[in-house]
């Protein structure tokens, strides 16, 4: 281990900064000198990043405990250690890390705890790795931890084509379980490569049409919509199973308090948990467990981005790229990002 740093020069880093409520046009650029790591953390250079719902509700003020403006967003990254602080074993310099930040990965380079890295194979594109970072160990986590869904199971996917909800598709068909996906007719042929029977989110009939596909009712329903129509994902789910909920797409665009329909959310679920009816229903918070225990909480992200980069690698999962963009053009990521129009995720990657 080395009780120095390995390198004391500072680095020019170009950063996005989200300076308030604005429309994606408005994020600015800042650079600046970034010094050399403090104890105990490094220096990544970013290879990809990307545009997560978190950062669409962040730029509306919405996201439940984002900070406050201005700051730099960018919710995980992939990249290369170019630095490394006091008492970070100097191996890992040049080496490729997956991070997860919540904030501060909009950026040509960033500073990370070293116990915060997560290894990433050679084998695998940093843009596909990026894609599957938080998206891939929130579905595999859901899936696996939380609902623990059988082969020859039936599940339903909400936003299917999504970042999370095309991961979550691919990992559901991956261990034998039937999926009902979700999603505009533009993207229906999509959905259906990726082993899902699509249905039109925008259909008034939609739940009904779920229930004909699945008469007998589903083992779990992930649902990251949220608001009034959660009430419909409970009653789509057979006696012992699981309704997932994690986000709050519904209200994203209401004014108010971006605490008060996540708290409306928590009440409802825990009511239903407490009918006799042998049906469970869970709100998935990437974060929980974090405070209690950081050592746990990390040591379990990186054994499930393992399991998700060892599907990568062999070709079992393919993650979907919506689009590349350089850092310089983010604006436009954000945009693309929210227009609804592409499938899977928006990638930054630096700008050349």
Known sequence: MNSTASESVTADVTEVVLPGKVEPAGLEFRTRDLPAPAKDRVVLRMEATGVSFAEQQMRRGKYYDQPPFPFVPGYDVVGTVTA????VDTALLGRRFAAVTKTGAWASHLVVDAADL???PDTVDAA???TVVVN???AWQMLH????VPAGGTIVVLGANGGVGSTLVQLARHAGITVIGTASTRHH???RDLGATPVDYRDPDMYDRIRALAPDGVDAVFDHVGGDAVEQSWQLLRKGGTLVSYGTAATKDEEGSSQLPVLKLFARLSA???LPNGKHAHFYNFWAGRRRCRAS????????LDQVLRLVADGSLTPQIAARLPLADAAAALELAESRTVSGKVVIVPTA
């Open 84 to 87: 490394v602080g006091p008492a």
């Open 118 to 120: 997560m290894p990433v």
């Open 128 to 130: 596909a790795a990026e």
């Open 136 to 138: 891939g160990i929130t």
């Open 145 to 148: 931890r939380l609902a623990k």
């Open 189 to 191: 042929a999509t959905v």
């Open 272 to 274: 239903w948990n407490s």
């Open 297 to 304: 909480w990390q040591r379990r992200l990186a054994e499930d």
